[in-house]
């Protein structure tokens, strides 16, 4: 279906919005009413353990649909940043350094299994690339291989973290809070691989976006709800309070990049190869391009003679007379 794109990027930003806060607060109510810390389980009830899952997988569906049905309008999109995408990284290289702060001074005060430390010693050292990349994309202008590079580390990161969360003995494997936990996380693995794709311009639009509005309401859901949790029980839902406020920066990020995604993109051709350094698919598609009025385009006069059937061209310019 090709339909105007102000439309179809409103109705995705939309409703990505609308699925974050009712997933938000389904997952809230089930945690208020229904979770028992001590087991790690909810009490059984159909909304917990049906509802809330049909909830998630009806988003994730809705947005791969989306995707695909709008595949011809979601063309001639270009990787961008805007001003709110600069405080969000920002707010979220903050968080991601808190809570490698945090997470390390729990993780060194406690014996763990070989495996776990492992985990553990990977998740910090991707932690801190992850962060660079924040840092990174906090810039204007951000340079294009180290941000990549950084990039695959952000990726990386969020990977050690599900398993990480895997072999945690907190929980127990068949937890949905450790289950959530870990595709959460490997969805963020997903959007930080497809945004260094979309940033090189080797991935379609239709691609792009589903991944970005599954991270945002995953993020957002986790983040807003166990924040929350935190306030009301005074106790962290997971590990430490600053596990949500890592979730909390990621959503920002995600939300603010499917934001300028959305948004008209209008740059020049000059802008689009400095911006990648090569030539990219974007080049092919109905790319709006905002005329230079430094270099008008020549105009020339004919003046035909009726007698000699021939005519003679004036230039217009004072510098083609010369």
Wanted: proline fraction near 5%; charge should be negative; include cysteine.
């Amino acid at each position: 279906m090709n339909f105007k794109a102000k439309k179809v990027f409103f109705t995705a930003f939309v409703a990505t919005l609308l699925f974050v806060i009712l997933t938000t607060g389904a997952r809230t109510y089930a945690l208020l009413s229904h979770y028992t810390p001590s087991l790690g389980h909810f009490d059984g009830g159909f909304f917990a353990d049906v509802f809330l899952p049909l909830i998630y997988i009806a988003a994730a569906v809705a947005f791969l649909l989306f995707g695909a049905l709008f595949r011809e309008s979601l063309t001639g999109r270009a990787y961008k940043t805007t001003l709110p995408t600069l405080f969000a990284a920002g707010f979220a290289a903050i968080a991601t350094v808190v809570w490698l702060v945090s997470f390390a001074g729990e993780f060194f005060s406690e014996p763990h299994m070989p495996v776990q430390t492992v985990c553990g010693i990977l998740l910090l050292c991707f932690g801190a690339v992850s962060a660079v990349y924040l840092v990174l994309n906090a810039l204007p202008h951000p340079p294009h291989g180290a941000t990549l590079l950084t990039g695959l580390g952000a990726a990386l990161f969020c990977l050690a973290f599900a398993f990480y969360a895997y072999f945690d003995t907190a929980f127990t494997l068949n937890s949905p809070i450790k289950i959530f936990d870990q595709i959460t996380f490997v969805v963020l693995v997903l959007f930080f691989l497809a945004e260094g794709r979309f940033r090189q311009g080797t991935m379609h639009e239709a691609l792009f976006l589903p991944v970005c509005m599954c991270a945002v309401t995953l993020c957002g859901s986790a983040a807003v709800s166990g924040l929350i949790y935190n306030a009301v029980e005074q106790r962290p839902l997971v590990g430490i309070v600053m596990h949500d406020f890592l979730l909390f920066g990621l959503f920002l990020y995600t939300l603010t990049r499917l934001l300028s995604f959305c948004l008209p993109t209008y740059y020049t051709s000059e802008d689009l190869a400095a911006a990648i350094g090569r030539p990219t698919a974007f080049e092919a598609e109905e790319i709006p391009i905002i005329p230079d009025e430094k270099e008008p385009f020549a105009q020339e006069r004919f003046n035909f003679d009726a007698k000699t059937d021939t005519f003679d061209i004036t230039p217009k310019n004072d510098e083609e007379k010369e």
